[in-house]
């Protein structure tokens, strides 16, 4: 497997997407219950190619992500080769981005020198998605990009 195995409940929600895709296979209902019963490590393997399938679409189309920890937001633009990125870290201890409170905080102290904030560019040394995703392995998460852009408009302004 290239990525990770989707969960029962993503599985759950990509009913029709899974039926689709056995359906590319001439696998029916009935065949794929054959399977599972019969054949388990088949269906597992059905599973995991399904898997990384929906990884590799979700992977290419990402455009943006960000990773929230107590003292640190990091926010991602990924590009065909390469990747922005701009962390902002609080230098007030007590402050916690995790909650609404420290984001409110971050809003109030933005442009303070309470707050460090970096810009740096990463060129991808592994195939784009495969960094993609190990930056979600992490803790990222796909976003809109709203954040990113609004930081990135005043760094730039």
Not at 43 to 66: M, P, R
Not at 126 to 152: K, T, V
């Amino acid at each position: 497997m290239k990525y990770t195995r989707l969960t029962k409940e993503q599985f759950e929600e990509l009913t029709q997407e899974f039926t689709n895709f056995l359906a590319t296979q001439a696998i029916d209902k009935a065949e794929w219950d054959k399977i599972k019963a019969e054949k388990p490590e088949v269906a597992e393997q059905e599973l995991d190619v399904f898997s990384d399938l929906i990884w590799e679409g979700v992977l290419s189309k990402a455009t943006y992500l960000e990773h929230f920890s107590k003292n640190h937001i990091f926010l991602f633009h990924c590009f065909d080769t390469y990747v922005q990125s701009i962390v902002l870290k609080s230098l007030v201890p007590e402050v916690d981005f995790l909650t609404r409170d420290g984001l409110q905080w971050l809003s109030d102290n933005m442009f303070t020198d309470t707050i460090e904030m970096k810009v740096g560019k990463k060129e991808f040394t592994e195939e784009r998605n495969s960094s993609i995703f190990e930056l979600i392995q992490q803790g990222s998460f796909l976003s809109d990009g709203q954040l990113y852009q609004q930081i990135n408009t005043i760094i730039e302004g």
